[in-house]
């Protein structure tokens, strides 16, 4: 042993082959490293590196609360909490669930969409008085002209009328009488539209003087406000003792099919041709009998135009059977499906039929029939209206079970009309209440399904109500309800569209897995990084709908695009 209390200077190698432990109260310098080939080493304090800190592949830094360093090179796939694709953060102004659609707000905080639902306007006057006693008034929405048509009856005459819709109220331009000569209307038909010559088709039941009634049609078109009408555009269709049920639609280009019953009670339907001056060439060597019986009744029909096929509805006279036809139109033949019946007893003698289009994507659409029941039959637990949903299978419909729209009705159901509306996605109706009160609802249906969900009835007017009329303006996502009162007094209510919080350019993405409160800040997938969904179909591309779910088609007027479906799951959006 030896003991040093200087400085020790050793010119060659200091060799230590039995020390375990070194004990310096100061610092030890190294000029050419320190090789440790066993054991651990232990710093309790910092590690000063002027050079770079190399590892081998084994090596591992584990017990870190934290590294901070310029850049970052090599892996980092087994890394966690560390989004690689873009998001941003933001607070959240109310709850934000997982995986949920987000705008940016006006004050750069974020939260889901919201929807205001539809609402009426004030009454508007049409300007006419309207005669009512089943006469019927029918209107037609041209989303081309942006002009509503009005057809209606007064002093027994048709009378045609055009509208511009502007808020909740409606300019109307001068009437016009669409017929000449002193022939009685008993009941108007169907007005429709030809977008190729860009004529309107109006049919009806007129009572010349010491005749027959006659199915008989007047065409006309628009300019601005107004109608254009001549004499050269009217005429006879056949001539029907006793006929008082008519119905028309546009079937293809230029061709038009009519149905109506005849004094014998039975149900014919016929072709024609609208001509570029306004005239009809009708087939009359190709009427055909849909039913006999059935003519005296209210009919129903719809043109499915993805399945191009004819779906004529009737009630049988002799039983009260609610039964329909499917047919397809061929040229200028109709060849006509299996006769079916849809409601087996105790259904009364009116019915309406609509045509539901698919909401998302292709595919075919489905049949609403609305009809009174009473109770005890065909699954209802009460009198009054109901309505089923169908789907199409060569002839055949497969129907639904029954839904109750309202109860109370022992004979007669109210007067139902339809439309569409593209922007909801529903199917809206209009009716009377057992007090002639009128209501409107809407269907919603499941695509692909029967299954359906109804809302409930909003009333148009607390007065008694004796014409009822609806069309859709898919410009404005308007409908238009036009009416008559008791006193005959033309009215219209105009409701208004659907509206979202969200737009094109406020939404920015989706949240992740996580939820939040409001006030909190919350990290928002945006455009490139990947969202987690359901239910997708892969290679399609999707749209944010008002309240922030997922659709295969943008919303009227409001395109918001979500992205592109990856799997079933996976959304890239944006993509």
């Known amino acids: 042993s030896g003991t040093f209390n200087g400085p020790v200077t050793i010119g060659g190698t200091l060799t230590y082959e039995d020390v375990t432990n070194i004990d310096s109260v100061g610092v030890i310098t190294a000029r050419n490293g320190i090789n440790v080939s066993g054991g651990t080493g232990i710093f309790a304090g910092d590690i000063n590196a002027n050079g770079n800190i190399v590892g081998d592949n084994s090596t591992n830094i584990s017990g870190v609360s934290s590294v901070t360093a310029t850049n970052y090179y090599g892996n980092g796939a087994s890394l966690s909490g560390i989004e690689a694709a873009p998001t941003i953060q933001a607070v959240a102004s109310g709850a934000i669930a997982a995986n949920k659609a987000v705008k940016v707000n006006s004050d750069g905080t974020i939260s889901v969409p919201t929807v205001t639902p539809p609402s009426f306007g004030s009454i508007g006057d049409v300007g006419y008085t309207f005669n009512t006693s089943g006469h019927k008034l029918t209107s037609h929405y041209n989303p081309v002209t942006k002009k509503l048509v009005v057809v209606y009856v007064r002093s027994n005459f048709p009378k045609a009328m055009v509208g511009t819709v502007s808020g909740s109220t409606i300019t109307w331009g001068s009437e016009t009488q669409i017929t000449s000569g002193a022939w009685d209307v008993r009941t108007l038909g169907d007005l429709i539209y030809d977008p190729i010559l860009e004529k309107y088709l109006m049919t009806m039941v007129q009572l010349p003087d010491g005749g027959n009634e006659q199915v008989r049609y007047a065409t006309f078109t628009i300019s601005g406000n107004e109608i254009i009408y001549t004499n050269a555009t009217q005429g006879s269709l056949v001539n029907q003792q006793n006929c008082t049920n008519l119905r028309a639609v546009l079937v293809g280009n230029s061709k038009v099919c009519v149905v109506w019953g005849g004094s014998n009670t039975y149900v014919y339907q016929m072709t024609g041709d609208i001509q570029t001056n306004g005239s009809v060439s009708w087939n009359t060597s190709n009427i055909a009998t849909v039913s006999g019986n059935g003519g005296n009744n209210t ?95 060569g002839d055949e419909i497969t129907w639904s079970s029954v839904t109750e729209v309202t109860n109370g009705y022992t004979a007669m159901p109210p007067e139902i009309e339809t439309a569409y509306n593209t922007a909801r996605k529903k199917t809206v109706f209009v009716y009377k209440d057992g007090s002639n009160v009128a209501q409107l609802q809407e269907i919603a249906v499941t695509d692909g399904t029967t299954n359906s969900s109804l809302s409930s009835a909003t009333e148009i007017v607390n007065n008694s109500v004796t014409e009822l ?72 591309q999707y749209y944010v709908q008002n309240d922030g779910t997922l659709g295969l088609t943008a919303v009227e007027n409001n395109s918001i695009e979500a992205g592109k479906a990856l799997t079933a799951t996976s959304l890239l959006i944006k993509g």
């Not at 105790?346 to 049949?367: D, F, K, M, V």
């Not at 939404?507 to 897995?513: E, H, P, Q, S």
């Open 469 to 540: 009329n609806i069309s859709y303006d898919s410009d404005l996502q308007k409908d238009v309800v036009l009416y008559a009162q008791a006193d005959n007094v033309g009215k219209y209510r105009v409701r208004s569209g659907e509206s979202s919080t969200a737009n094109s350019e406020n939404f920015i993405g989706f949240t992740g897995a996580d939820s939040y409160t409001n006030g909190q800040t919350a990290t928002v997938k945006v455009v490139g990084n990947v969202s987690t969904q359901s239910g997708l179909t892969p290679g399609q």
């Open 299 to 393: 009919l129903g029909l719809v043109y499915d135009s993805d399945a191009s096929k004819l779906v004529v509805m009737f009630t049988d006279t002799s039983s009260y059977l609610c039964r329909y036809r499917v047919n397809a139109v061929s040229g200028n033949g109709i060849s006509q499906g299996t006769m079916r019946t849809i409601f087996t007893s105790n259904y009364t003698a009116q019915q309406q039929l609509a045509y539901h289009p698919i909401g998302s994507g292709s595919g075919a659409g489905r049949y609403i029939v609305f009809c009174h029941l009473s109770a005890g039959s065909n699954g209802a637990t009460n009198n009054g209206l109901h309505y089923a949903v169908g789907s199409l299978s």
